[in-house]
């Protein structure tokens, strides 16, 4: 594959964009000190609703962060060369995503400007605290594993730096889905499936995102993937997207039967307001089935774009689905006296509304500016286009086809 | 005669044999609040029952004496923000009609979720079973209240002014019912229990067997909200 060397025009694009992403950052950043300095009452979100619009960017962003890690790990744990040559790009995703995801729940905090505390006082019993452990060992892990990568004495590691990163990946999301896990009072959380869900969700969220990166780094170098990648990856993502509906069903035809949350079920998937329209619409129809006709369908497939499109609709699908986790799951009230109705100034027994303010929805946008200015740099200024042996490629088709 | 005194009053009296042996010190240990700068001790632990039989529909006697007591005094916007300690909740039973009010609060916990999961330590329990937020190690990650399963604690969503100076509270930090513990240290009992007109609310030490509380737990049929969590509550309901 010969890479033209970039054009004047092409420096100036990339300015642009570099210039765009900063400027989602800036106000991302702007908007975290509004709150802080205001406080949490400029936010939607209230002492009903602890955890809103923030928290559904950062668990998306450090979720899909783990999960892009992925191709890496395909290639480097399980020797696939296909996903070999895509493993730098993957891992400056984690990175990037990671370090979004981190900055806006960091920036979330009532006392941001505590951070050292945050850092230096550790509960051990605490998956928040773990996390505290497993988050900056992830980036240097990544790091280490990037190096392994890139610079050539190094490559005799990468197996197990590879593996390091696999393991740990594991752990993270476990722990990203653990936190939600110990929440026993909850209805909505206390399930053992959550951690395996969570493990799931980002092996789809993350390859979603890998895909339409990896497009658009070929378009702008005026390439296309190679019909065999395409294929290769586009059934796994089909893969994963049908694994994240089971585990989903899983876990509402869990709380149905087995812990008897009728009530709960009932409000999410079918007069609870927003979170039915979410689940069903967003999440199963734009997030699962689409991606999923996209994808298989003969007939759409093909199409030029479908991939790509597939990709956008499950990170939306995506979206949905955290939305009526987390917003959803705080909504519906407590059950503190089970069978009882209750009524209090505090909003006892009663369903919540939440309406996220532009604040919350900004930092959260920033950071997916901090994840995409990280990538389009990283990329630009390291190598990270995956080089594909063609020949060995063409005979992939032939064998798959 | 306060509940500290008579507590005194009925551990002497009725440890009359134990005074034999034991230094008459330690019963004033017990009965007493701890000396200043003295930590608190795993000898005791506070708790509080409430008599829902007692306790009125509408009153919220207890609930102003906290927020006097407390310096919650903010004006806040949307309600849904605003720091609530204490609350009175109205319970129903719709098999039956039965209905019931209670003050909801802190319950103290024993095993407290919201220790646990707190990433730094900010939210800790006394050795005396009073759980308390740190306030200078609190970095408002929320966790705490995602964790609690009575919805205790609040997030102080606004900068505050006019503050109880034994009271520190502030902007980003998560707070919830302390049982007064400042009052508790200097021997008094907590501003709601001593404002509640009908005296429905008891405090005490529950690890005293010879304290009010400890006989009424022992006599009376009483409850922990949501037993079913197994949070070992420090503060105890009857009549529900
Ligand atoms: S009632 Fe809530 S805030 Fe109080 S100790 Fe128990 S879990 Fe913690
Ligand atoms: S809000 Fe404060 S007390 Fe609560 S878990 Fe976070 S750091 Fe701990």
């Known amino acids: ?401 | 005669m306060s509940n500290n005194d008579r507590r005194g009053f009925l551990a002497a009296s009725a440890g009359l044999g134990l005074v034999a042996i034991a230094p008459g010190v330690h019963l004033m240990q017990v009965a007493q609040a701890r000396p200043a700068g003295e930590p608190a001790s795993k000898l005791q632990r506070w708790g509080m029952l409430v008599d829902t039989t007692k306790c009125a529909s509408g009153c919220t006697a207890c609930v102003s004496a906290c927020a006097t007591e407390n310096g919650i005094n903010e004006q806040v916007a949307d309600p849904r923000q605003a720091a609530q300690w204490i609350r009175k909740i109205d319970i129903k039973d719709p098999k039956n009609g039965r209905q019931h009010s209670l003050p909801m609060m802190c319950q103290h916990c024993a095993e407290p979720p919201c220790v646990d999961v707190c990433p730094t330590g900010a939210s800790m329990k006394r050795a005396d079973g009073i759980v308390l937020v740190d306030r200078h190690i609190c970095i408002g990650c929320r966790y705490c209240m995602m964790a609690c399963p009575y919805k205790a604690r609040s997030f102080v969503h606004q900068p505050l002014t006019q503050q109880n100076p034994e009271v520190p509270r502030g902007l980003g930090c998560v707070e919830s019912c302390t049982l007064c513990v400042h009052r508790v240290d200097k021997g008094q009992k907590p501003a709601c229990v001593e404002a509640c007109p009908e005296g429905a609310m008891l405090f005490g030490d529950l690890e005293d067997p010879n304290s009010d509380i400890a006989r009424r737990i022992a006599q009376t049929a009483t409850t922990q909200v949501r037993a079913d969590l197994k949070l070992n509550t420090g503060v105890r309901y009857q009549g529900i």
Request: net charge neutral.
């Open chain 1, 1 to 401: 594959m010969n890479l033209v060397p970039f054009s004047r025009r092409e420096e100036h694009l990339f300015y642009l964009v570099a210039g765009f992403g900063a400027a989602i950052v800036a106000i991302g950043l702007a908007a975290a000190l509004y709150m802080e300095h205001s406080g949490h009452v400029v936010t939607g979100m209230n002492n009903q609703i602890v955890w809103g619009m923030p928290h559904v960017f950062a668990i998306f962003l450090i979720v899909a962060a783990s999960g892009v890690l992925n191709v890496a790990s395909i290639g480097s744990v399980f020797g696939k060369v296909l996903y070999k040559k895509r493993a730098p790009l993957s891992g400056l995703l984690c990175i990037a995503m990671l370090a979004g995801g981190l900055a806006v729940i960091m920036l979330d905090l009532g006392r941001a400007d505590r951070l050292i505390i945050a850092m230096t006082h550790f509960n051990p019993t605490s998956v928040f605290g773990w996390n505290v452990i497993l988050y900056p060992g992830m980036f240097g892990i990544v790091a280490v594993y990037l190096w392994t990568l890139m610079e050539r004495r190094m490559n005799p590691w990468t197996k197990p730096a590879g593996f390091a990163a696999f393991i740990w990946r594991l752990l993270l999301t476990t722990g990203t889905g653990s936190i939600f896990g110990f929440l026993v009072a909850r209805q909505a959380y206390h399930a053992a499936v959550l951690a395996p869900m969570f493990i799931i969700m980002s092996f789809a969220w993350g390859l979603a995102v890998f895909m339409i990166v990896q497009r658009v780094m070929y378009a702008w170098n005026g390439l296309t993937v190679h019909q065999a990648v395409r294929n290769r990856m586009k059934n796994l993502l089909g893969v994963f997207v049908a694994a994240v509906f089971y585990f989903v069903a899983v876990y509402h035809l869990t709380n149905l039967y087995f812990a008897k949350e009728v009530a709960f079920e009932r409000f999410i998937l079918i007069d609870g307001g927003i979170f039915p329209v979410l689940f069903w619409g967003g999440w199963l129809f734009l997030g699962t089935i689409l991606p999923l006709l996209l994808l298989y369908l003969p007939g759409l497939s093909s199409l030029c774009g479908s991939v790509a499109t597939a990709s956008g609709l499950v990170i939306l699908g995506a979206f949905c689905q955290l939305y009526v986790f987390i917003i959803g799951g705080q909504a519906f009230p407590l059950g503190i006296f089970p069978g009882m109705e209750t009524a209090s100034s505090f909003f006892d027994g009663r369903i919540d509304t939440y309406s996220p303010s532009w604040p919350e929805f900004l930092l959260g946008l920033g950071g997916i500016g901090i994840a995409f200015t990280m990538t389009a740099v990283g990329v630009r200024v390291l190598s990270f286009m995956p080089e594909d042996d063609i020949a060995h490629l063409e005979a992939m088709l032939n064998i798959t086809d």
